[in-house]
């Protein structure tokens, strides 16, 4: 029963690791993006479309973390400098109000 959990959970650790994988760097693709369309088979041609496509999009979902955490650092700074003027304000004004 044990081994049954450990194949699961082996099997799902890898999968995760294959789907992290960049598409962009597989070494046929990288040889067929060099290689002029007319010198290409049509299974090679099918395999560079596919893979140009994943490339594509491994990119956009790059582009889009990047963003994501882009704009959390942005807000993050922000709420952080708003903290920090309220708590100068806090201190300040009583001795402003007293002078």
Do not use: H, W
């Amino acid at each position: 029963m044990k081994k049954k959990y450990i194949l699961l959970a082996l099997i799902f650790i890898f999968s995760i690791g294959a789907n992290a994988q960049n598409p962009c760097n597989d070494s046929l693709y990288q040889v067929l993006k060099n290689t002029p369309l007319n010198r290409m088979s049509d299974r090679e041609f099918s395999y560079f479309q596919e893979t140009e496509k994943a490339c594509a999009s491994y990119n956009q979902t790059k582009i889009q973390e990047e963003t994501k955490k882009d704009n959390v650092k942005k807000a993050t700074d922000t709420y952080v400098t708003v903290v920090l003027v309220s708590l100068a304000a806090a201190f300040i004004l009583p001795f402003l109000i007293f002078l």
